[in-house]
T-cell receptor
Framework: DAGVIQSPRHEVTEMGQEVTLRCKPISGHDYLFWYRQTMMRGLELLIYFNNNVPIDDSGMPEDRFSAKMPNASFSTLKIQPSEPRDSAVYFC????????????FGQGTRLTVV | QQQVKQSPQSLIVQKGGIPIINCAYENTAFDYFPWYQQFPGKGPALLIAIRPDVSEKKEGRFTISFNKSAKQFSLHIMDSQPGDSATYFCAANRGSARQLTFGSGTQLTVLP
């Protein structure tokens, strides 16, 4: 398996534009997580899914952020409208059912909003 | 209290030294404590993990020490190498909860 695949690797966009980040989890994994990493706040969990259903979205900063998982092999994180303070590295991770199983991270999408 | 506090923020050691990174937690319901290693431009990757029923776990040059009564755990890297230069994150979660709570990270530099 190629691991968790995220696209794009880098995204530069203007304030106010819509941004969509994409993730393909590892096949067979039934949990998917979206994290945001910044210097100030470190690694923050935004939302996670189990079997394509959102379980906890309490980390989503505001209504401008939304996430979907239409099937077991694809998820998106959308920001609309984007703001400069959204600039960060966004990671997707996946894991499988089992107590304390390992979460595998993608390489991240570096988002810059100018 | 979900927070995991990590120190130091950065650490520089000479090759062969033994860097130690410390973490503390408040939530006594946490029962799984992994450490993740992150290289620049990459996602975090699991390095080693421990459950609170043991006080120490070793995997190669990496050791976790766990003090349940003090609610603290630490990572020791024996015979550190320049290739160990990375950012290290401690984390915690509980039972069937899937989300990891991460510490703030420690940037380790091992000088040749």
């Amino acid at each position: 398996d190629a691991g968790v695949i995220q696209s794009p690797r880098h995204e530069v966009t203007e304030m106010g534009q819509e941004v969509t980040l994409r993730c393909k989890p590892i096949s067979g994994h039934d949990y998917l997580f979206w994290y945001r990493q910044t210097m100030m706040r470190g690694l923050e969990l935004l939302i996670y899914f189990n079997n394509n259903v959102p379980i906890d979205d309490s980390g989503m900063p505001e209504d401008r952020f939304s996430a979907k998982m239409p099937n077991a092999s694809f998820s998106t994180l959308k920001i609309q409208p984007s703001e400069p303070r959204d600039s960060a590295v966004y990671f997707c991770a996946s894991s499988q059912t089992g107590l304390n199983t390992e979460a595998f991270f993608g390489q991240g999408t570096r988002l810059t909003v100018v | 209290q979900q927070q995991v506090k990590q120190s130091p923020q950065s650490l520089i050691v000479q090759k062969g030294g033994i860097p130690i990174i410390n973490c503390a937690y408040e939530n006594t319901a946490f029962d799984y404590f992994p450490w993740y290693q992150q290289f620049p431009g990459k996602g975090p990757a699991l390095l080693i993990a421990i459950r609170p029923d043991v006080s120490e776990k070793k995997e190669g040059r990496f050791t976790i020490s766990f003090n349940k009564s003090a609610k603290q755990f630490s990572l020791h890297i024996m015979d550190s190498q320049p290739g160990d230069s990375a950012t290290y994150f401690c984390a915690a979660n509980r039972g069937s909860a899937r989300q990891l709570t991460f510490g703030s990270g420690t940037q380790l530099t091992v000088l040749p």
